[in-house]
Protein backbone atom coordinates (compact mmCIF):
# COMPACT_ATOMS: atom_id res chain seq x y z
CA UNK A 1 0.00 0.00 0.00
CA UNK A 2 1.45 3.15 -1.15
CA UNK A 3 1.30 5.89 1.63
CA UNK A 4 3.19 9.11 1.69
CA UNK A 5 4.03 9.77 5.41
CA UNK A 6 5.40 13.35 4.98
CA UNK A 7 1.66 14.70 3.85
CA UNK A 8 0.94 17.43 6.64
CA UNK A 9 -1.97 18.16 8.06
CA UNK A 10 -3.66 20.61 10.92
CA UNK A 11 -4.47 18.68 14.26
CA UNK A 12 -6.10 20.66 17.16
CA UNK A 13 -6.60 17.62 19.50
CA UNK A 14 -5.46 14.18 19.87
CA UNK A 15 -8.20 12.33 22.33
CA UNK A 16 -7.26 8.98 23.30
CA UNK A 17 -9.23 6.46 25.26
CA UNK A 18 -12.60 7.35 23.82
CA UNK A 19 -15.32 4.46 24.21
CA UNK A 20 -17.15 6.53 21.66
CA UNK A 21 -17.18 7.77 17.95
CA UNK A 22 -17.02 3.93 17.02
CA UNK A 23 -16.23 0.49 18.41
CA UNK A 24 -14.07 -0.33 20.96
CA UNK A 25 -11.64 2.21 22.43
CA UNK A 26 -10.58 4.73 20.16
CA UNK A 27 -8.16 7.57 19.67
CA UNK A 28 -9.83 10.24 17.98
CA UNK A 29 -7.96 12.89 15.87
CA UNK A 30 -9.24 16.52 15.10
CA UNK A 31 -8.84 18.26 12.39
CA UNK A 32 -8.97 21.67 11.27
CA UNK A 33 -11.44 23.59 9.13
CA UNK A 34 -14.97 23.20 8.64
CA UNK A 35 -17.42 24.68 5.79
CA UNK A 36 -20.40 24.71 8.33
CA UNK A 37 -21.01 27.54 11.26
CA UNK A 38 -23.54 25.59 13.65
CA UNK A 39 -25.07 27.59 16.06
CA UNK A 40 -24.68 24.66 18.66
CA UNK A 41 -20.66 23.90 17.29
CA UNK A 42 -19.01 22.36 20.25
CA UNK A 43 -15.83 22.95 18.73
CA UNK A 44 -15.56 26.27 17.11
CA UNK A 45 -11.50 26.76 17.65
CA UNK A 46 -11.99 23.93 15.36
CA UNK A 47 -14.10 25.93 12.45
CA UNK A 48 -10.99 28.05 10.93
CA UNK A 49 -8.34 25.55 9.23
CA UNK A 50 -5.37 27.95 10.22
CA UNK A 51 -4.23 27.69 13.84
CA UNK A 52 -5.61 30.34 15.80
CA UNK A 53 -5.37 31.57 19.66
CA UNK A 54 -7.14 30.89 22.48
CA UNK A 55 -7.49 33.26 25.34
CA UNK A 56 -8.45 32.49 29.38
CA UNK A 57 -8.59 35.75 30.59
CA UNK A 58 -9.17 33.39 34.83
CA UNK A 59 -5.45 32.57 33.97
CA UNK A 60 -4.16 35.99 32.78
CA UNK A 61 -2.03 38.17 35.27
CA UNK A 62 -1.97 40.96 33.41
CA UNK A 63 2.00 40.43 33.46
CA UNK A 64 2.42 41.93 29.51
CA UNK A 65 4.93 39.26 28.68
CA UNK A 66 2.51 38.44 25.51
CA UNK A 67 2.31 41.99 24.57
CA UNK A 68 6.36 42.07 24.38
CA UNK A 69 6.40 38.55 22.49
CA UNK A 70 3.66 39.71 19.49
CA UNK A 71 6.50 41.69 16.93
CA UNK A 72 2.76 42.62 14.67
CA UNK A 73 0.89 44.18 17.81
CA UNK A 74 -2.40 42.02 17.93
CA UNK A 75 -2.21 41.55 21.63
CA UNK A 76 -3.00 44.54 23.61
CA UNK A 77 -3.52 44.77 27.85
CA UNK A 78 -5.94 47.26 26.67
CA UNK A 79 -8.32 44.57 24.91
CA UNK A 80 -10.68 42.56 27.75
CA UNK A 81 -9.69 40.00 25.19
CA UNK A 82 -6.14 40.70 24.35
CA UNK A 83 -5.74 39.62 20.81
CA UNK A 84 -7.05 41.18 17.39
CA UNK A 85 -8.14 38.38 15.56
CA UNK A 86 -7.92 40.37 12.41
CA UNK A 87 -4.37 40.37 12.69
CA UNK A 88 -3.59 37.34 14.45
CA UNK A 89 -1.40 35.00 12.39
CA UNK A 90 -2.06 32.46 15.41
CA UNK A 91 2.11 31.58 15.56
CA UNK A 92 2.43 30.85 19.01
CA UNK A 93 4.76 32.84 20.18
CA UNK A 94 2.48 34.44 23.03
CA UNK A 95 1.84 31.64 24.07
CA UNK A 96 5.31 30.75 24.15
CA UNK A 97 5.64 33.87 26.25
CA UNK A 98 2.89 33.46 28.94
CA UNK A 99 4.28 31.51 31.59
CA UNK A 100 0.77 31.18 33.79
CA UNK A 101 -1.01 29.09 30.64
CA UNK A 102 -3.81 32.23 29.91
CA UNK A 103 -2.73 31.74 26.10
CA UNK A 104 -2.81 28.24 24.07
CA UNK A 105 -2.36 27.80 20.81
CA UNK A 106 -4.81 25.39 19.03
CA UNK A 107 -4.00 24.15 15.66
CA UNK A 108 -0.56 21.94 14.65
CA UNK A 109 0.96 21.25 11.44
CA UNK A 110 1.96 17.59 11.61
CA UNK A 111 2.58 14.94 9.60
CA UNK A 112 1.39 11.71 9.28
CA UNK A 113 4.32 9.88 10.68
CA UNK A 114 3.97 12.09 13.80
CA UNK A 115 0.33 11.17 13.85
CA UNK A 116 1.03 7.48 13.90
CA UNK A 117 3.57 7.24 16.38
CA UNK A 118 1.55 9.09 18.64
CA UNK A 119 -1.69 6.36 18.03
CA UNK A 120 1.17 3.50 17.56
CA UNK A 121 0.94 3.90 21.66
CA UNK A 122 -2.25 2.39 22.44
CA UNK A 123 -2.43 -0.17 19.07
CA UNK A 124 -2.33 -2.92 21.92
CA UNK A 125 -6.09 -1.29 23.07
CA UNK A 126 -7.27 -1.19 19.46
CA UNK A 127 -6.59 -4.55 18.77
CA UNK A 128 -7.96 -6.31 22.46
CA UNK A 129 -11.10 -3.94 21.97
CA UNK A 130 -11.63 -3.96 18.81
CA UNK A 131 -11.17 -0.43 18.55
CA UNK A 132 -9.55 1.88 16.32
CA UNK A 133 -9.10 5.34 15.02
CA UNK A 134 -11.75 8.17 14.06
CA UNK A 135 -11.07 11.16 12.68
CA UNK A 136 -13.70 14.13 13.39
CA UNK A 137 -12.92 18.10 13.29
CA UNK A 138 -13.70 20.07 12.06
CA UNK A 139 -14.43 18.44 8.97
CA UNK A 140 -11.84 15.83 8.14
CA UNK A 141 -12.80 15.99 3.94
CA UNK A 142 -11.32 19.92 4.55
CA UNK A 143 -8.10 17.87 4.52
CA UNK A 144 -9.28 14.98 2.81
CA UNK A 145 -5.44 14.43 1.21
CA UNK A 146 -4.36 14.18 4.85
CA UNK A 147 -7.11 12.31 6.02
CA UNK A 148 -7.12 9.88 3.39
CA UNK A 149 -2.85 8.81 3.66
CA UNK A 150 -3.44 8.59 7.33
CA UNK A 151 -6.70 6.76 7.50
CA UNK A 152 -4.24 4.43 4.84
CA UNK A 153 -1.76 4.44 7.31
CA UNK A 154 -4.23 3.24 10.23
CA UNK A 155 -5.45 0.78 7.89
CA UNK A 156 -2.33 -1.19 7.11
CA UNK A 157 -1.75 -1.08 10.73
CA UNK A 158 -5.12 -3.25 10.81
CA UNK A 159 -7.05 -0.87 12.90
CA UNK A 160 -10.89 -0.06 12.05
CA UNK A 161 -11.21 3.35 11.04
CA UNK A 162 -14.08 6.08 10.96
CA UNK A 163 -14.80 9.06 10.42
CA UNK A 164 -17.28 11.49 11.74
CA UNK A 165 -18.46 14.16 8.64
CA UNK A 166 -21.08 16.26 7.29
CA UNK A 167 -19.69 14.95 4.01
CA UNK A 168 -19.94 18.46 2.60
CA UNK A 169 -17.35 18.41 0.62
CA UNK A 170 -16.60 17.85 -3.08
CA UNK A 171 -17.26 14.32 -5.02
CA UNK A 172 -13.80 13.85 -5.04
CA UNK A 173 -12.79 14.18 -1.72
CA UNK A 174 -15.20 11.79 -0.69
CA UNK A 175 -13.90 9.19 -3.19
CA UNK A 176 -10.42 10.02 -1.93
CA UNK A 177 -11.21 9.13 1.93
CA UNK A 178 -13.76 6.65 1.90
CA UNK A 179 -12.25 3.57 0.59
CA UNK A 180 -10.03 4.07 3.64
CA UNK A 181 -13.06 3.89 5.77
CA UNK A 182 -15.05 1.13 7.78
CA UNK A 183 -17.75 3.22 9.71
CA UNK A 184 -18.78 6.86 8.35
CA UNK A 185 -20.74 8.62 11.16
CA UNK A 186 -22.71 10.78 8.71
CA UNK A 187 -24.50 13.97 10.87
CA UNK A 188 -28.07 14.85 9.01
CA UNK A 189 -29.41 17.85 10.60
CA UNK A 190 -32.76 18.57 8.75
CA UNK A 191 -33.76 18.38 5.58
CA UNK A 192 -35.72 21.55 5.55
CA UNK A 193 -32.74 23.22 3.27
CA UNK A 194 -34.06 26.82 4.28
CA UNK A 195 -33.52 26.10 7.91
CA UNK A 196 -30.43 24.26 7.28
CA UNK A 197 -28.94 27.07 5.95
CA UNK A 198 -30.05 29.48 8.56
CA UNK A 199 -28.71 27.65 11.35
CA UNK A 200 -25.37 25.91 9.78
CA UNK A 201 -24.62 28.91 7.09
CA UNK A 202 -24.62 26.35 4.15
CA UNK A 203 -27.47 23.99 2.14
CA UNK A 204 -27.73 20.57 3.10
CA UNK A 205 -28.14 19.87 -0.97
CA UNK A 206 -24.93 18.91 -0.78
CA UNK A 207 -24.75 16.70 2.26
CA UNK A 208 -27.39 14.59 1.26
CA UNK A 209 -26.16 13.73 -2.30
CA UNK A 210 -22.53 13.24 -0.63
CA UNK A 211 -24.51 10.84 1.81
CA UNK A 212 -26.07 8.51 -1.14
CA UNK A 213 -22.03 8.30 -2.59
CA UNK A 214 -20.44 7.58 1.07
CA UNK A 215 -23.29 4.96 1.79
CA UNK A 216 -22.46 2.80 -1.47
CA UNK A 217 -18.72 2.74 -0.80
CA UNK A 218 -19.00 2.09 3.28
CA UNK A 219 -20.62 1.28 6.07
CA UNK A 220 -22.75 4.44 7.48
CA UNK A 221 -24.22 5.28 10.71
CA UNK A 222 -26.41 8.55 10.70
CA UNK A 223 -26.38 10.88 13.78
CA UNK A 224 -29.00 13.61 14.52
CA UNK A 225 -27.86 16.30 16.74
CA UNK A 226 -31.34 16.75 18.23
CA UNK A 227 -31.79 20.71 18.81
CA UNK A 228 -34.60 22.30 20.26
CA UNK A 229 -36.35 24.67 18.34
CA UNK A 230 -34.25 23.58 15.08
CA UNK A 231 -35.01 20.29 14.09
CA UNK A 232 -37.46 19.70 16.64
CA UNK A 233 -40.41 21.60 19.03
CA UNK A 234 -42.93 21.39 20.58
CA UNK A 235 -45.72 21.55 18.49
CA UNK A 236 -44.43 18.28 16.11
CA UNK A 237 -41.51 16.87 18.20
CA UNK A 238 -40.76 13.76 16.07
CA UNK A 239 -41.44 15.09 12.55
CA UNK A 240 -37.99 16.14 11.53
CA UNK A 241 -36.54 13.25 12.66
CA UNK A 242 -39.13 11.01 11.00
CA UNK A 243 -38.34 12.83 7.81
CA UNK A 244 -34.68 12.60 8.52
CA UNK A 245 -35.29 8.70 8.99
CA UNK A 246 -37.43 8.24 5.74
CA UNK A 247 -34.08 10.10 4.08
CA UNK A 248 -32.16 7.13 5.64
CA UNK A 249 -34.13 4.56 4.26
CA UNK A 250 -33.02 5.44 1.02
CA UNK A 251 -29.26 4.60 2.14
CA UNK A 252 -27.12 1.82 1.72
CA UNK A 253 -25.69 0.24 4.66
CA UNK A 254 -28.02 1.98 7.02
CA UNK A 255 -29.14 0.09 9.99
CA UNK A 256 -28.23 2.44 13.19
CA UNK A 257 -29.00 5.94 13.57
CA UNK A 258 -27.50 8.29 16.74
CA UNK A 259 -30.03 10.55 18.46
CA UNK A 260 -27.13 13.45 20.10
CA UNK A 261 -28.84 15.83 22.20
CA UNK A 262 -28.34 19.02 22.38
CA UNK A 263 -25.90 20.20 25.00
CA UNK A 264 -23.58 22.97 25.97
CA UNK A 265 -20.34 21.84 26.62
CA UNK A 266 -18.66 23.82 24.28
CA UNK A 267 -20.19 27.05 25.03
CA UNK A 268 -17.51 28.27 27.33
CA UNK A 269 -15.14 27.78 24.05
CA UNK A 270 -16.79 30.64 22.35
CA UNK A 271 -15.31 33.41 24.66
CA UNK A 272 -12.17 31.75 24.94
CA UNK A 273 -11.76 32.34 21.10
CA UNK A 274 -13.45 35.63 21.13
CA UNK A 275 -16.72 34.49 19.22
CA UNK A 276 -20.64 34.85 20.30
CA UNK A 277 -22.68 31.79 21.70
CA UNK A 278 -25.87 31.99 19.63
CA UNK A 279 -27.75 29.15 21.26
CA UNK A 280 -28.20 30.59 24.60
CA UNK A 281 -31.58 30.43 26.15
CA UNK A 282 -31.95 26.75 24.44
CA UNK A 283 -33.92 24.67 26.44
CA UNK A 284 -32.72 20.85 27.04
CA UNK A 285 -35.17 17.79 26.19
CA UNK A 286 -35.82 15.35 29.18
CA UNK A 287 -34.60 11.84 29.37
CA UNK A 288 -38.49 10.66 29.07
CA UNK A 289 -38.61 13.04 25.70
CA UNK A 290 -35.19 11.54 24.34
CA UNK A 291 -36.41 8.23 24.82
CA UNK A 292 -39.54 9.17 22.78
CA UNK A 293 -37.55 10.08 19.92
CA UNK A 294 -35.71 7.01 20.55
CA UNK A 295 -38.77 4.79 19.83
CA UNK A 296 -39.76 6.42 16.69
CA UNK A 297 -36.55 5.65 15.09
CA UNK A 298 -37.06 2.96 16.13
CA UNK A 299 -40.86 2.76 14.89
CA UNK A 300 -39.44 3.61 11.56
CA UNK A 301 -37.15 0.01 11.53
CA UNK A 302 -33.56 1.31 12.51
CA UNK A 303 -31.59 0.48 15.89
CA UNK A 304 -30.92 3.59 17.62
CA UNK A 305 -28.68 5.17 20.47
CA UNK A 306 -29.12 8.15 22.40
CA UNK A 307 -25.30 9.64 22.30
CA UNK A 308 -22.49 7.80 20.71
Known amino acids: ?160 TAVETTVFAPEEAIRKVFPYVDLALIDIK ?16 IILKNAVLAAELTKVTVRIPVIPGFNTDPGDPAGEIRKICGYAKSLNNVDMIHLLPYHTYGENKYQLTGRQYQMKGTGFLSDREQEQLKQVVEAEGFACMIGG
Open 1 to 160: MDINYETQGTVFNIQRYSIHDGPGIRTIVFLKGCPLSCRWCSNPESQTRAAEMIFNQMDCTGCGRCVSACNIGAISMENPQRIDRSICTGCGKCQSACIYEALEQKGEQMTVAQVMEQLKKDSSYYRRSGGGITLSGGEPLVQSEFAAQLLKACQAQGWH
Open 190 to 205: STNDRQHREYTGCSNE
